[in-house]
């Protein structure tokens, strides 16, 4: 078993080359350092910036926020327990992209909290991951759950495992996880793509409770028609933060509240300016690259 | 036998093996999912050998002396140091560049991809009915994903009309798609009986 860890592992480091490349040379473009066309773009950044900071800032002073509820969150729990209970494993897949998509961090966060519970209620915990920078990032979020709930004996790092790089090779080797090791409660937290209701519907089939989340819009029907719960768009971003409430990942949510509302208090004024035809193209201007 | 026909042959066995499991799980479904799986790993391999790392690291490194590219060259050697669990920590380096990177990358491509064309896009005159009904469906929906406050009384309401816009979008988003994993069905159907059974002509 080490063995063919072993030579996953490698596999899976290679192909980790790939992507790290890929990171550094979206960095290293020449482009020029400062661009006057992108005004606007700098100026709602600071503002983003400053708000989400005093938010931390209130947050970790001890500020109490609230939060309002999100259905499907609620039952991550009652479905690990559901686990326990028939004593089969949990399955989570922090979708299929790669770590350079902000939706796979958000699945990760969710999946130390998932780990978390699985620890305390010593729950086997399945991750199958597509690619090997999630899969090294998916060990150390599971790793660090355990050491967290007390439980750093029971880590295994066979827990999380690389399956397949192929989008439809990773769904197959998938059924096959799902119908061999029968697991009680799926949840799909990250970006999926043409393989969600090929994922959701053989899950479902399989009986298991399942609980997804992702912010790719055109994929989200398939989860709603399959799935028990689901975590739409923006929700799953927010549900790290609800999870762990973290005054850091608190702040970070109130400050994109308030950046909505400006948002809204935007949009409000353009459309007025717009229907009036009252210096709409002055206020369009300030939208858009010069 | 040709080895256009071999290859036909194989390809249509792997795929009537894939369709078994609509049955039930079985050792032809088994053997296709697990040569499928082994293939992809072992293809990418091979594809990220010759196309990254021979090409993106070490013919730029030494030939064209791009010596920056030490850089993402040591941060992925750092992964080697998860086999040895004393050092093992050192991979964390790369991964905190790789999440740290997507996070201020994504920041700034949500804000000029996303947010001010969306908003900029919104700015209708509400006298047209098309223009009401998305301007009462983009802020409706931003109500939705409204987290600080509990959605009671009037934000709730706003909220409900938000969820009923999304449910439509999602409603033609499914119809959409299905159609489309349906003509991906009639080609897999026709490479069947077209490329392999020659049936149809």
């Known amino acids: 078993m080490r063995k063919k860890s072993f030579f996953l592992f490698l596999i899976a480091v290679i192909i980790s080359f790939h992507n790290l490349g890929l990171s550094f040379a979206s960095t290293s473009e020449s482009t020029p350092l400062f661009r006057a066309d992108r005004i606007n773009i700098l100026v709602l950044f600071i503002i983003f910036c400053a708000v989400v900071l005093l938010y931390i800032r209130s947050a970790r002073k001890g500020k109490e926020f609230f939060i309002r509820k999100i259905n499907g969150l609620e039952a991550i729990e009652e479905g690990v327990g559901r686990a326990t209970e028939m004593g089969r494993p949990v399955l989570f897949i922090p979708g299929i992209d790669e770590l350079d998509e902000i939706q796979t961090i958000a699945g990760l966060s969710i999946l130390s909290r998932v780990a978390k519970i699985t620890a305390q209620y010593n729950t086997p915990l399945l991750v199958p991951v597509r690619y090997p920078l999630v899969l090294a990032a998916a060990q150390e979020s599971v790793k660090g759950a355990y050491l967290d709930a007390g439980k750093g004996d029971d880590y295994d790092p066979e827990m999380a495992q690389y399956v397949a790089g192929e989008q439809f090779a990773f769904v197959a080797a998938v059924h096959g996880i799902m119908h061999r090791d029968k697991p009680a409660t799926n949840v799909y937290m990250g970006a999926f793509y043409a393989e969600s209701l090929l994922l959701a519907e053989e899950g479902q089939a399989s009986g298991a409770i399942q609980i997804a989340g992702t912010a790719n819009p055109e994929q989200l029907p398939f989860f709603i028609a399959a799935c028990d719960y689901t975590l739409m768009g923006e929700e799953l971003f927010a549900a790290s933060s609800y999870l762990s409430k973290e005054p850091l990942m608190l702040g970070s949510l109130k400050g994109q509240d308030w950046i909505k509302i400006l948002l809204v208090i935007c949009i409000l004024l353009g459309v007025i300016l717009e229907t009036l035809n009252i210096g709409s193209g002055f206020f369009y201007k300030l939208f858009i690259e010069h | ?201």
């Open chain 2, 1 to 201: 036998m040709s080895w256009e026909f071999f290859g036909t042959t194989l390809a249509a066995f792997f795929t009537l093996s894939l369709y078994s499991f609509l049955y039930k799980d079985n050792p032809f479904y088994k053997l296709a999912e697990h040569i499928f799986a082994g293939i992809s790993a072992g293809y990418y391999v091979g594809l990220i050998w010759h196309s990254v790392i021979k090409q993106q690291l070490w013919t730029p490194l030494f030939n064209e002396r791009q010596y920056l590219l030490i850089i993402p060259g040591i941060l992925g050697l750092l992964m080697f140091t998860r086999f040895f669990s004393k050092v093992s920590w050192l991979s964390r380096f790369s991964l905190a560049f790789v999440v740290g990177n997507t996070a201020g990358i994504s920041l700034i491509r949500q804000l000029h991809g996303m947010i001010l064309p969306q908003t900029r896009s919104t700015f209708l005159n509400v006298a047209s009915f098309s223009g009401l009904v998305m301007v009462l469906g983009v802020l409706s929906t931003l109500i939705y994903f409204y987290f600080s406050k509990e959605h009671k009384g009037a934000l709730g309401a706003v909220a409900k009309l938000g969820i009923w816009f999304i449910m439509i979008s999602f409603g033609a988003s499914f119809g959409y798609t299905v159609m489309a994993r349906v003509s991906l069905l009639i080609g897999r159907a026709q490479f069947l009986l077209t490329n392999w059974l020659h049936i149809i002509k």
